[in-house]
């Protein structure tokens, strides 16, 4: 392990993180919510530490090998996570505590969208406005991470994006490739940002929600600036439909917007099976929601229906976490089939959360193989993605990855119900939390106030460890991870 | 495929199953509980159809493949069960949902119960249920360590190098038959060990008779509605503890040990060494937090309830000596989930398997050490000896069909009006084949409606003929010449 190199980066990420809170600031002047001394406090230690770390250790240049990436991965979310919690923390509206600073701090970057604060309408703007930014910067991180990092690292059958993202690689050299990916990743992201933000503006949302609610949704967090979420504004269906199309673009990887951003061409999109796959199965899961509503009369207008219908199920299988009505309160099946669809999640490369598309998608493939391979023991059966064979050790990857997920579930589970929750809260507040969706049932089902703090820190590490697609943190518990 | 020689095999079956029903019918003449007619008309009409189907297809002696593998492993759980419900309707008092549902549950060794007031019920009855769970286990016996092996189902090939003798691939009648036998042999032994330890620690004999049968088929239904709670024996419920976890062994292990008489092959067997491990680790957790919270006042009654408890779930059993489903905090939960393990293959416990399991573990801690090392090479090994690839795909496999078809059956259930606690516990402890659950379905399954029950008794057969045998019938290829 190459500590200095690894406190090195630190450093800059925090010196860099640290200037996040100036725009901040700037809504706070321009609002005059009180909130300036707060912010510029959290802006001033952020920076301090951040160039404490970085002074000594500045000329420390190695390169980076995938241990270090682990660390850097891990530190990324967790000590980003706690700096950004300072706001939270110092200003006077919310003035939260230690622990539920955390946990909207840590929510937001890994851009789960679980929040401990009700009231949300009358909080300040500075902080609203810095909250709805976490995620958005979450996103970003999560975007660099999931194209850049990820498949260097290979983990649970990523290296299958490593061929795919362009230029030359070598395994033990992650910089300059990490850096030219993400300045190209980075215009992506700016792009649709602005787009979703226009987009809202014109369905008729104020300048300041329009923006905020961008952020939220680009980076698939579902943060909200009411405490409706975008059911404030049920009265206008134009922007529950600007905010399906984005939730729809930010869940798909984006390696395809990048191609296709290049290439001036929309055709691969539907080349790619794990795109063509994500959207059969939002497409089914609507449909089953829109129906369901309509026939049981829980919607009395077929329009409503669909509309109400889609968004939901966009807003969760994405793990966006957006709601217009109490979905939770929604009769039978419903709210347990949204809550599986999680699992599933959005694409790979993307900003949103589960276990991604792809994966499932080679599980069935694997899964079907193995009914075949029972009928004819001895076929040999390559498994194929978009024409290619699969190796082995990618599909053994996933395989992994997928009980881990499971076994990880099942335990986190059992510890919520440990501290007093009942089994839908705690069944849905782990879904929620590791698929990074946001709001569950039961008594989640609108925030995460009424649990204890040992709850919330069993979901904060529930979300860092979903956001980190699981392996990445498991790999820290293991004795090799540390020996030399 | 063979239909005939299919066919003339279930006719042997149905043949031999109505056997079944003479020892109830002799024991409703010798009580005259007047039940005897419920009895008859059944045995006939297994009698006459397997007899039938026998005459015309007594001549199809044909070698069967592994399609016909399938077929008739299916079609064993299904039609013996759906026969199986026919002295239920009559001597139960059941609709055919209700009697399928229990036959069901009795044959697959699930343990799951619609029936109520059984200490008023028949003794001809009461014996005829515990009577099927037992025969479904020793169906079963053969299925785990010689059927389900050959056929590859889930990874289940690994344990194929155990059993002795030779084999191929395309005649599987002559080596099934052979190991029938043999662990026939020890299913019976035990039983009678366990009728013994009953009896021995004050149980009456025809209480002894019947909870032995569904002790060692790990199947849990008992002649009183308290189940093993009945006899506030602390004796009988260590006869019981002992006779569950023999049950839960694989039975090759059994056989083994009782031809050479060393017991050095239990404690040299990884499977049976990780299940003790799991069995002992998750008593102790019960325990202890039933203590902490208060639940009983002495750690000694926590650690004989949780004992129990704990045993019987895991085993697939499902006897109760309290209601678990009211234990505070997590312990409902997590007896469920531990009920996803199981007992050993080659057992008549239900779950996934602890081989399986452990293998999940392996290869997934191999998945992180290849992380940190990409360029390891190092199979995942069971007792030293390296699995092939084929078989951890396999479990791999299995493992996600099981997670689907539990999803699937829940929201199923979900839709039929079900709450999300009652539908998680039913389908856990069906598709387990474990028995009471949690919710509307901790004591029985009467509060239920008959479409959930016919989903439930299809998670009973999918759990019991594991996942694959089922997908592989409902696959198009399979029918394909």
């Known amino acids: 392990m190459q500590f200095s190199v690894i406190q090195r980066i630190l450093g800059l990420m925090l010196v860099a993180f640290s200037f996040t809170t100036l725009p901040a600031m700037l809504v706070s002047l321009i609002y005059t919510d009180g909130e300036l001394i707060a912010l510029f406090h959290s802006f001033a230690i952020t920076l301090i530490t951040g160039l404490v770390l970085w002074l000594p250790v500045k000329n420390r240049r190695r390169e980076l090998r995938p241990r270090d990436g682990f660390m850097i991965v891990v530190l990324f979310w967790t000590t980003l996570g706690i700096f950004g919690a300072l706001p939270f923390i110092l200003a006077h509206e919310p003035h939260l505590s230690l622990t539920n600073a955390l946990f909207e701090s840590i929510s937001g970057l890994t851009t789960t969208g679980s929040t401990v604060l009700s009231g949300i309408d009358s909080l300040p703007k500075s902080i609203l406005y810095y909250r709805q930014q976490l995620q958005w910067l979450g996103g970003m991180g999560i975007v660099v991470l999931a194209l850049a990092i990820m498949p260097m690292l290979g983990i649970g059958g990523m290296q299958l994006y490593r061929a795919e993202t362009p230029g030359p690689m070598k395994d033990t050299r992650l910089t300059p490739r990490i850096t030219e990916t993400a300045k190209a990743l980075w215009y992506i992201y700016l792009t649709l940002t602005i787009a979703c933000a226009i987009g809202y503006w014109v369905a008729g949302m104020n300048v300041f929600d329009a923006i905020a609610h961008s952020y939220a949704t680009v980076s698939i967090g579902g943060f909200s600036t009411h405490d409706a979420s975008l059911g404030f504004y049920t009265h206008n269906p134009s922007i529950e439909i600007v905010a399906i199309i984005f939730m729809i673009l930010s869940g798909a990887n984006f390696a395809l917007h990048f191609t296709a951003w290049r290439r001036r061409n929309l055709a691969h999109y539907f080349a790619d099976s794990e795109f063509k796959t994500y959207l059969v199965l939002l497409f089914v899961i609507s449909a089953i929601t829109c129906v369901y509503l309509y026939s049981q009369h829980i919607v009395t207008h077929l329009n409503q229906a669909v509309l109400h219908g889609i968004f939901q199920s966009v807003s969760i299988a994405t793990t966006t976490g957006f709601t217009t009505r109490g979905y939770h309160t929604w009769p039978s099946f419903l709210p347990a089939l949204l809550m599986f669809s999680s699992f599933v999640g959005a694409c790979a490369g993307s900003t949103g959360g589960g276990m991604k598309t792809i994966r499932f998608l080679l599980m069935i493939k694997q899964g079907t193989r193995e009914v075949v391979r029972m009928i004819h023991p001895n076929s040999v059966v390559t498994l194929k993605l978009d024409g290619k064979p699969l190796p082995d050790h990618v599909i053994s990857a996933v395989w992994g990855f997928f009980s881990a997920y499971i076994a990880t579930f099942s335990i986190i589970l059992l510890l919520l119900m440990m501290t007093g929750l009942d089994q839908v809260s705690a069944f849905s507040a782990t879904a929620a939390a590791i698929n990074n969706l946001g709001p569950g049932l039961n008594s989640v089902a609108a925030n995460y106030a009424g649990i204890t703090d040992g709850a919330k820190w069993i979901l904060i590490f529930a979300m860092l460890i979903g956001r980190l697609e699981l392996l990445s943190l498991l790999v820290m518990f293991t004795p090799s991870f540390w020996r030399r | ?481």
């Open chain 2, 1 to 481: 495929m063979r239909y005939a020689a299919v066919s003339r095999i279930l006719g042997i079956f149905l043949i031999l199953h109505s056997f079944g029903l003479i020892p109830p019918l002799l024991i409703s003449l010798d009580v005259g509980d007047g039940q005897y007619m419920d009895f008859i008309i059944p045995f006939c009409i297994t009698l006459g159809i397997g007899s039938l189907i026998w005459l015309v297809f007594r001549k199809a002696r044909h070698e069967l493949r592994r399609r016909e593998g399938f077929l008739i492993v299916a079609a064993f759980w299904l039609v013996l069960s759906a026969f199986s419900a026919l002295p239920l309707m009559f001597g139960g008092h059941l609709d055919f949902v209700d009697a399928f549902f229990e036959a069901t549950s009795a044959f697959t060794t699930t343990g799951s119960t619609v029936m109520s007031g059984l200490d008023h019920t028949a003794k001809s009855v009461r014996f005829y249920r515990s009577e099927l769970q037992w025969l479904g286990g020793r169906g079963l016996i053969v299925l785990a360590v010689a059927v389900l092996p050959l056929l590859g189902v889930g990874g289940m090939q690994l344990v194929r190098a155990e059993t002795p003798g030779p084999f191929k691939d395309e005649k599987l009648t002559p080596r099934i038959a052979h190991s029938a036998q043999h662990f026939w042999v020890i299913y019976i032994g035990l039983t009678l060990a366990c009728i013994i330890g009953y009896v021995l620690s004050g149980m009456p004999l025809f209480d002894a008779v019947a909870h032995s049968f569904s002790t060692l088929s790990t199947g849990g239904f008992s002649t009183h509605d308290a189940s093993i709670g009945y006899y506030h024996s602390l004796p009988i419920e260590i006869v019981t503890e002992i006779f569950m976890f023999l049950g839960a062994f694989n039975f090759s292990i059994h056989f083994l040990v009782f031809r050479r008489l060393n017991f050095g092959y239990y404690v040299r067997n990884p499977e049976i060494l990780a299940f003790s491990l799991i069995v002992a680790a998750s008593v102790l957790l019960v325990a202890v937090v039933l203590y902490f919270e208060q639940t009983y006042a002495s750690f000694f009654t926590a650690l004989r309830n949780s004992a129990f408890t704990t045993i019987s779930v895991i085993t697939s059993t499902g006897y109760t000596t309290e209601n678990f489903s009211v234990w505070p905090v997590m312990i409902p939960a997590f007896l469920m989930f531990i009920s996803f393990v199981g007992g050993c293959s080659g057992s008549t416990a239900g779950g996934m398997k602890v081989i399986r399991v452990m293998l999940l573990f392996k290869q997934g801690y191999r998945e992180l050490l290849q992380l940190i090392h990409p360029a390891m090479v190092r199979p995942v090994k069971i007792a030293g000896r390296p699995i092939s690839t084929a078989a951890t795909m396999g479990i791999w496999g299995f493992f996600a069909w099981y997670v689907a078809v539990f999803v699937i059956a829940m929201l199923l259930l979900m839709l039929g009006g079900m709450d999300q606690v009652t539908a998680f516990s039913a389908v856990t402890t069906c598709i387990n084949n474990m028995g009471p659950g949690l919710g509307k379905v901790a004591v029985n399954f009467q509060q239920i409606d008959d479409y959930q029950k016919i989903i439930l008794s299809l998670c009973m057969l999918i759990g019991r003929l594991e996942v694959f045998t089922l997908l592989v019938l409902l696959s198009p290829g399979f029918w394909k010449n």
